[in-house]
């Protein structure tokens, strides 16, 4: 009992952490679109999601496989060694190409003049890849405090500078509070570079992270072994391929939305400006990733513990089909509240044209959960392979999807691209996992609660209500009512059990 104590101790230390950071970071929303323009902040929707790319490039498996052999093995220190050596050299000759290369990956991007960018990117790339071998150290030796405070004071120093240099330093050199403190604030912040604060914030606290994880460092022996090496990449390398394919399905339209949407597509707006408003929009989908993370975080040791009991299936379909339920919830919750939860968090009037996407980019993750849900079959069976197959086939589907339907549809071609990806992907998983991994699912019984919530949502885009008070009655009469339905359908299953005598 202690052992599973300590367990679940730690699962919560990570996924409390995991889920607490991205919180914190969604912080940053409001602030960003208050002083900055879609065209803007377009810039920042599209070079973070080539650093997720190049992320996976970077570590290329490396931290995985240092857990394979690591974990198996007498001498980690040996493999912490081994794969933090190669992560050091590869990261370097990597960020110094991009260094070398930033003038003319500026212009390609078509963000010509801002190679300091680039330069900041390729700097905050390669600590990403570095530091990602000692925090796995962390958790091999199983030190999640350390792991947890180090996380957390990198994403609390981020969202602090984001704060400092946007709101405080802007506030003080444009005269609004403090005047007595712009001499200095005019030497430490230029206007001029606006957005690239962003940048900036995000480089200084990855520094950080050095000092933060000191002892890693100092422990650390440069070991070039080949053979080892090699052993390690023969193991991480599928997970690279695997990792670019499930980033593409996740950061493609992000990357390629303004070079195929049309000129004029949006009238008075640029193909920045959809950009920008895409991706702003696009983060409102966090209410669902949030629930999916975390239930992640505590399903996939449940699953295995589950693994040998003979009512497992019955237990995996009765969690799906409340996942399912709380999944609806948050859909409907979000999308028929839109009228209030866009301004809040999305602050310039601009970024409101894109909240259409919002219901439909909540639908395709909530799809993307049953899909990770489901897909414990493959784990608990040694079938990861069908992982591989099933990451790559929604890839495809997604590049398709938005090189046919952006320059019809714009950004809302995003929206719908990644929804089949992710709905394809589940049906596959689901049929497969029957053959191999039988479990009664409640088919109609979802269908139905997402079919009921997405009629609700359609009801909501219907009806018009210019007055505040009586729209937010509307909207939480269907919330209600919503929430009726699940306790007068789930009532039986709710009913605690008596004990047999």
């Not at 602030?31 to 190049?54: Q, R, S």
């Not at 040996?78 to 050091?88: D, E, G, R």
């Not at 599928?238 to 399905?249: Q, S």
Request: proline share 5%.
């Amino acid at each position: 009992m202690s052992v599973l104590k300590k367990l679940a101790g730690e699962t919560a230390l990570y996924g409390v952490s995991s889920i607490l950071g991205r919180l914190l970071n969604y912080l940053l929303v409001p602030l960003h679109t208050a002083l900055f323009l879609p065209d803007e902040m377009a810039i920042t929707v599209k070079l973070f999601a080539y650093v997720a790319l190049l992320n996976v490039v970077y570590t290329y498996g490396m931290e995985t496989a240092f857990f394979r052999f690591a974990s198996k093995s007498d001498q980690p220190d040996k493999y912490y060694n081994v794969a933090l050596t190669a992560i050091i050299l590869t990261s370097s000759v990597f960020s110094l190409l991009i260094i070398a290369l930033a003038g003319p990956i500026a212009n390609y991007l078509g963000y010509p003049g801002t190679e300091n960018l680039i330069i900041w990117l390729a700097i905050i790339l390669a600590i990403d890849a570095v530091v990602a071998i000692p925090f796995a150290k962390l958790r091999l030796d199983k030190k999640p405090k350390q792991f947890v405070f180090a996380r957390m004071a990198n994403i609390f120093l981020n969202v602090g500078l984001n704060f400092f240099f946007l709101w405080f330093c802007r506030g003080v050199y444009r005269g609004e509070f403090l005047t007595g403190l712009q001499p200095l604030v005019r030497a430490i912040y230029d206007p001029a570079l606006g957005v690239g604060y962003i940048f900036l914030a995000n480089l200084i606290a990855n520094l950080a992270l050095f000092p933060l994880l000191g002892r890693l460092f100092t422990r650390f022996r440069f070991v070039l072994d080949r053979e080892t090496l090699s052993a390690m990449w023969r193991y991480g390398y599928p997970i690279l391929i695997v990792g670019l394919a499930g980033t593409v399905n996740l950061m493609f339209d992000r990357i390629f939305l303004a070079r195929l949407l049309p000129e004029g597509f949006y009238p008075g707006r640029t193909s920045e400006d959809a950009l920008g408003i895409y991706g702003n929009c696009y983060k409102l989908s966090i209410f669902m990733s949030l629930a999916i993370q975390a239930f992640r975080y505590a399903a996939e040791p449940f699953f295995f513990s589950q693994s040998d009991n003979k009512n497992a299936p019955g237990v995996f379909a009765d969690v799906t089909k409340w996942f399912i339920i709380v999944c609806a919830v948050i859909w409907l919750g979000v999308s028929v509240n839109l009228s209030w939860i866009g301004p809040l968090f999305l602050r310039k009037k601009i970024y409101w044209e894109g909240l259409s996407i919002v219901p439909v980019l909540l639908l395709a993750n909530l799809f993307l959960g049953v899909y990770y849900n489901i897909s414990a079959w493959f784990k608990l069976t040694d079938r990861t392979q069908y992982g591989t197959y099933l990451t790559f086939v929604g890839a495809v589907i997604t590049v398709v999807g938005n090189v046919l339907l952006i320059p019809t549809m714009g950004y809302m071609g995003c929206a719908v691209a990644f929804l089949a990806s992710c709905a394809v992907m589940t049906v596959l998983c689901y049929v497969l996992g029957q053959k191999y991994y039988p479990v009664p699912y409640r088919i109609g019984s979802a269908a139905g609660y997402i079919a009921g919530a997405g009629g609700l949502i359609l009801i909501a885009s219907w009806v018009e209500i210019d007055q505040p008070v009586l729209r937010f009655a509307f909207q939480a009469a269907l919330c209600g009512a919503f929430l009726a339905a699940i306790l007068l359908i789930e009532k039986p299953a709710l009913r605690p059990r008596r004990a047999v005598k």
